[in-house]
């Protein structure tokens, strides 16, 4: 039960974005108060924008007020839009409504009153659909409840809570630009709204993550269509790839491919020698390696990796050798590249101040330490060698992966909640 809990809080760490539930990383604007512009006269906000005083007599529909909030809910890249408000005092009548509503609704109706707005009324637990006729919903509610709204963008559909509890679903095929919106028409009725700052009531995060289940369910259901053999061989050659070659020996005798994949296994095993010698900062032994096993690569000096070697090189120099060796080395091996053009020169400004400095460690460019660095280039020589050999750069299975990730990052961008609510990483670890 406590691995439950530990794998369902890890699951919702940082997806709830105040009001709204969202795995994208973008830049999105979202409610997170109430507009004191956008609003009836009959209604005041408080400097922080989320408590609204009702003003008006609230005697006949005439006296209705409502506001919207400062921004509409995203369209995109949100799989749920949620948000609260506590009934500070009821007032007179009790005739309290909350909802949403789109731009071009008057504000002085409470929501779902007007077509293109959706509420809930407090005074007798109706739901309005857009118009001045409700129909039998949920609970009356009064001083002290907690109201919230729901939208679910991924189904479509739209529900209420009161005071922590779902009280079903109101609305369906939700679609369209709204924005949360509070009405009041009882005399001295005051609310209070909560876009995220302050923890719900309503667990929406436990809610959300029932959702992901449901819909990660549906997915893992979908029959892949493919053969074994042909799943077999895009694991091998990632294996291979990314040199984990014990591991693609282990595999490939597994499901009867080890003879087959004998060439490829040798040209994994070199490939991840050279590059574990580069991880290590032994360039020179690396450079000796490519001279035996890839003497083509390194007849060009025009070859990029072949540069950023070199490059790497100085590095490596940098952390023992004296200022005359590291400038002897430039001048010998980089001297060459300072007029191909704008790649190299970039990437010799990077290096070249390492003849500057007589301990690099405790200059402002001591980050050219770092192992990442090596990683980066130990990486990239690996793309090279694979693309020398007639391959891609990237093995199947990262292509397809990436090719996945593209896709849900547009369906999140171009659709509405869809591709919000699951992560690649989710299926793949489901």
Same mark, same amino acid.
């Not at 408000?85 to 008057?106: A, R």
């Not at 590059?275 to 000796?288: F, K, N, S, T, W």
């Given at each position: 039960?406590?691995?439950?809990?530990?794998?369902?809080?890890?699951?919702?760490?940082?997806?709830?974005?105040?009001?709204?539930?969202?795995?994208?990383?973008?830049?999105?604007?979202?409610?997170?108060?109430?507009?004191?512009?956008?609003?009836?006269?009959? =209604?005041?906000?408080?400097?922080?924008?989320?408590?609204?005083?009702?003003?008006?007599?609230?005697?006949?529909?005439?006296?209705?007020?409502?506001?919207?909030?400062?921004?509409? $809910?995203?369209?995109?890249?949100?799989?749920?839009?949620?948000?609260?408000?506590?009934? *500070?005092?009821?007032?007179?009548?009790?005739?309290?409504?909350?909802?949403?509503?789109?731009?071009?609704?008057?504000?002085?109706?409470?929501?779902?009153?007007?077509?293109?707005?959706? #509420?809930?009324?407090?005074?007798?637990?109706?739901?309005?659909?857009?118009?001045?006729?409700?129909?039998?919903?949920?609970?009356?509610?009064?001083?002290?409840?907690?109201?919230? *709204?729901?939208?679910?963008?991924?189904?479509?559909?739209?529900?209420?809570?009161?005071? #922590?509890?779902?009280?079903?679903?109101?609305?369906?095929?939700?679609?369209?630009?709204?924005?949360?919106?509070?009405?009041?028409?009882?005399?001295?009725?005051?609310?209070?709204?909560?876009?995220?700052?302050?923890?719900?009531?309503?667990?929406?995060?436990?809610?959300?993550?029932?959702?992901?289940?449901?819909?990660?369910?549906?997915?893992?259901?979908?029959? *892949?269509?493919?053969?074994?053999?042909?799943?077999?061989?895009?694991?091998?050659?990632?294996?291979?790839?990314?040199?984990?070659?014990?591991?693609?020996?282990?595999?490939?005798?597994?499901?009867?491919?080890?003879?087959?994949?004998?060439?490829?296994?040798?040209?994994?095993?070199?490939?991840?020698?050279?590059?574990?010698?580069?991880?290590?900062?032994? $360039?020179?032994?690396?450079?000796?390696?490519?001279?035996?096993?890839?003497?083509?690569? @390194?007849?060009?000096?025009?070859?990029?990796? *072949?540069?950023?070697?070199?490059?790497?090189?100085?590095?490596?120099?940098?952390?023992?050798?004296?200022?005359?060796?590291?400038?002897?080395?430039?001048?010998?091996?980089?001297?060459?590249?300072?007029?191909?053009?704008?790649?190299?020169?970039?990437?010799?400004?990077?290096? $070249?101040? =390492?003849?500057?400095?007589?301990?690099?460690?405790?200059?402002?460019?001591?980050? @050219?330490? /770092?192992?990442?660095?090596?990683?980066?280039?130990?990486?990239?020589?690996?793309?090279? =060698?694979?693309?020398?050999?007639?391959?891609?750069?990237?093995?199947?299975?990262?292509? =397809?992966?990436?090719?996945?990730? /593209?896709?849900?990052?547009?369906?999140?961008?171009?659709?509405?909640?869809?591709?919000?609510?699951?992560?690649?990483?989710?299926?793949?670890? #489901?």
């Amino acid at each position: 039960m406590e691995n439950e809990k530990v794998m369902k809080n890890r699951a919702r760490k940082k997806l709830m974005r105040g009001c709204v539930w969202t795995i994208s990383d973008e830049q999105m604007a979202y409610p997170t108060k109430w507009n004191s512009v956008d609003k009836d006269e009959k =209604l005041e906000v408080s400097e922080n924008g989320l408590q609204v005083s009702y003003t008006g007599e609230g005697k006949s529909d005439r006296d209705a007020a409502s506001l919207r909030a400062d921004s509409p $809910i995203p369209q995109s890249g949100v799989a749920l839009f949620y948000c609260e408000v506590k009934i *500070v005092c009821e007032g007179e009548s009790k005739f309290i409504g909350l909802g949403l509503s789109q731009k071009n609704v008057e504000l002085n109706r409470l929501p779902g009153s007007e077509s293109h707005s959706l #509420g809930y009324h407090i005074d007798d637990g109706f739901k309005f659909p857009g118009s001045g006729t409700g129909c039998t919903y949920g609970p009356q509610c009064s001083t002290g409840d907690v109201i919230g *709204v729901c939208w679910n963008l991924e189904q479509n559909n739209m529900f209420f809570t009161k005071n #922590g509890k779902s009280i079903g679903v109101a609305f369906s095929n939700v679609r369209g630009s709204y924005y949360p919106s509070v009405g009041l028409q009882s005399c001295g009725g005051v609310v209070l709204g909560n876009f995220g700052d302050s923890p719900f009531v309503f667990d929406i995060e436990g809610y959300a993550y029932g959702e992901k289940q449901e819909t990660l369910s549906s997915v893992m259901q979908v029959r *892949v269509p493919g053969s074994f053999d042909t799943f077999s061989e895009i694991i091998i050659t990632y294996l291979l790839h990314n040199g984990y070659i014990e591991t693609a020996k282990a595999y490939a005798a597994d499901v009867g491919k080890l003879e087959q994949i004998g060439d490829d296994l040798e040209f994994a095993s070199k490939c991840k020698q050279i590059c574990d010698l580069v991880r290590r900062g032994e $360039i020179d032994e690396a450079m000796q390696a490519l001279q035996t096993d890839f003497p083509s690569m @390194l007849k060009d000096p025009k070859v990029k990796i *072949v540069f950023d070697l070199k490059c790497q090189q100085l590095v490596e120099l940098s952390r023992t050798n004296q200022i005359e060796d590291r400038l002897a080395f430039a001048q010998e091996h980089l001297h060459e590249y300072q007029d191909m053009g704008e790649e190299y020169s970039k990437g010799l400004a990077d290096v $070249i101040v =390492l003849v500057a400095y007589p301990d690099l460690e405790q200059s402002p460019y001591s980050d @050219l330490l /770092e192992e990442s660095r090596r990683d980066k280039v130990a990486e990239d020589l690996n793309q090279a =060698l694979q693309v020398s050999r007639g391959k891609l750069g990237r093995s199947t299975l990262e292509r =397809l992966v990436s090719h996945c990730e /593209e896709s849900l990052r547009d369906l999140r961008r171009y659709t509405t909640g869809h591709g919000a609510i699951l992560s690649l990483r989710d299926v793949l670890n #489901g």
